[in-house]
Nanobody, 125 residues
């Protein structure tokens, strides 16, 4: 069974950090670019970051540059999103997604082959 499972979400104070994990089962991530999206209540799903399948090149939306870091461990079939200096506006459900292609227009959610179920991140004092 093909699955992506996110974990690591939770409640954190502004300025805090969280590390999200996206673990794949039923397929290998080696051949896939992996992206993180987020969706806040009443808003559209937003592409946050993407990591390429071979070169490890990374992409970030402007609002998270310098604060978030995406990485992958192909041996563990897992991708991570390290989130530092969190702000209340980062509050959302975070999803990982896999596409058997390049990151390219990674912000376009229709490109992806697989999605996880999401993990809630809440930034609040």
């Amino acid at each position: 069974q093909v699955q992506l499972v996110e974990s690591g979400g939770g409640l954190v104070q502004p300025g805090g950090s969280l590390r999200l994990s996206c673990a794949a089962s039923g397929f290998t991530l080696d051949y896939y670019a992996i992206a993180w999206f987020r969706q806040a209540p009443g808003k559209e799903r937003e592409g946050v970051s993407c990591i390429s399948k071979t070169t490890g090149i990374t992409f970030y939306t402007d609002s998270v540059k310098g604060r978030f870091t995406i990485s992958r461990d192909n041996a563990k079939n897992t991708v991570y999103l390290q989130m530092n200096s969190l702000k209340p506006e980062d509050t959302a459900v975070y999803y990982c997604a896999a596409v058997r292609s390049r990151c390219g227009r990674y912000e376009n959610p229709t490109r992806y082959d697989y999605w996880g179920q999401g993990t809630q991140v809440t930034v609040s004092s």
